[in-house]
């Protein structure tokens, strides 16, 4: 639609007489803010705010979405298409501006040769989360599913969690975040939502200034969000499983368990009894660092608390043994009963409750299961040949991607690098600026921000379908997404009814067919609630495994393949890799505040605030290597190592390294980034990232 006719959703702002359109963030943040967009005029934004009708939002928005202006209006946005005609990874002097069409013609012509050459198989398009659009986002694996490209197992994020979460309940959902108000503990377990999600933040501090409520965080290191806590508890990377059982040890251990729930909604709870008999708090202090005074105060809180409320993060997910830290933790409330009461219970994501359907936006219908399905977080193993991932099948020799940097931010970085500095690989990058990822391609591609395009998203954080449209028009030669599948799908022969949609379109499909009513009259409205009654997002209608019941005993066998040795209860699931001689500390990489992955590292006042990348280190550990603040340090684990500066701080265990992420590559020392010491090794059952579980050494540079 032009944009002279999107008028139906803005309003004036009386202040100061400027235009004010309705949005949503589209970034990869649980929180996808409803957002009031300053439009100056139709090629330019002003302040962006969060919107204060919306219930969730409740007019709070990070600094770097509302300073947006420098984003969206930044110097280096891309704004033509690009060839590349000089080396890979020098940046932009190497590519010469071409025209749309010929950047497309090449792009169709060097997929085809290559399916011609290898087989379709060989196209690995790939993308994540840039943009957490549906329409914008997803489209591209209906490309994919057109043309009989490899697949993509989308392990960067939400699988270890995704898994753990649902081996207990069964479903993505949980209690709505809103209810915090009716909360007298919040436990915030695995994530930093002060730099990352700060709307939980202020639901939080609302219940403590409303009802006295308790915060309590757990989390390996002293966050932003740990310092506004009442209660800090500080495990290992990669133990929260056996800091649940001890909680749990002592919950049944005090009767805090709550026997007539457990019999009428849970399945197992005589075997967790028992075998929780052995994970006492003098068992976790061993493991997780945390002293056995510390987990006995937390659990006689939680288990005298009825109206608990966990806040289930990613972070603590991103190990090897991942899905079991997720799936114990959530049995807390299962033990106690909390979901029962009014701001009990837990949240781990939403996504669950909205039931979208994209079988046209994705192309489902046109999928075939038999076709590879690659694991983008093997994206460094597979671009360098290893045989696990590729088996006798082709390799990939044309990647096309949107949505996403692996150069940075993929796991293994040095095979990441080594595969696409390969020069029998085609790679084109549709971009919003020339990423590292963009810099190896060999065509690049303007793409649009979410201000400049058409889409719908839902949330992990809230229960709010919102549907946006463009706020202004697109920067230089910048397309969307959308725009750019349906001209490569022309040239390409890719025949599926989506392709002749527009975005619009698409959503209203996708609505209609999820029950839902059109796109424009949720547009109007801003959003659609789609909050579940108190007895479902509470699970007092049952649980969402088929027996309605939580599994203390967990099926992984129906959640991945690899799944063999996983712990039949909640437990300390022990293939984490452990500190060791060679490598006697525990990196996490977690991520900073003013970067979004690699989002917003491009924006000055982002890269301002965070300085320059950072090791945190304990002050002993410090003294014991000879290292001094500022000094460099040398983090090695066995793919490598990088060099980045010291900061002593006491806000870690002395076993533990944190380098905020993610940085650029050159932002570092020796031009390689944090991830180079991440392995590419697949957590359990069923895969993700384990970009917080690296046993590493430290050697002063
Ligand atoms: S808090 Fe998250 S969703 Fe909200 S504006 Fe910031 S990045 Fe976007």
Redesign the pocket.
Known sequence: MPLDQNHANTGVDDRTDVQVFHS??????????A?EVERLDPQTIGR?R?ASANTY?SG???????RYAERVHHPDRLTKPLRRVGAKGVGREAFEEISWDEALDTVADRLKQAAAEHGPETVWPFYYAGTMGLVQRDGINRLRYAMGYSRQHSTFCSTLSDAGWFAGTGSKTGVDAREMADSDLIVIWGCNPVS????VMTHATRARKNRGATIVVVDPYVTETAKQADIHLMPNPGTDGALACAVMHVLFRDGHADRNYLAKYTAGHAEIEQHLKTRTPEWAEEITGIPVAEIEAFAALYGKTQRSYLRLGFGFTRSRNGAVQMFSASCLPAVTGAWQYPGGGALYSQAGIYGIDQTIIKGEDVMDTSTRLLDQSRIGPILTGDPRDLGDGPPVTALFIQNTNPMNVAPDLGKVREGFARDDLFVCVHEQFLTETAEMADIVLPATTFLEHDDMYV?G?HTHLQVTRAVIEPVGEARSNHWVLCELAKRLGAEHPGFAMSEWELMDDALARSGYGDAQSIWEGHWEDRAQSFEEAHFLNGFGHADGKFHFMPDWSAIGGNYAGMPELPDHFTIIDDRNDDHPFRLVTAPSRNY?NTSFTETKTSQVREGRPEAQIHPEVCTDLGLEEGDLVRIGSPQGSVVVHVRPTEGVRRGTVIVESVWPNRAFVEGIGINLLVSAEAGMPNGGAVFHDTAVWLRKA
């Not at 949503?24 to 803010?33: G, I, L, V």
């Open positions: 949503a963030c589209p970034h990869d943040c649980p929180s996808t803010c957002l962006v969060g939002t709070v928005i990070c600094a770097k979405v509302a990352t999600q700060v709307n949330a954080g979004l």
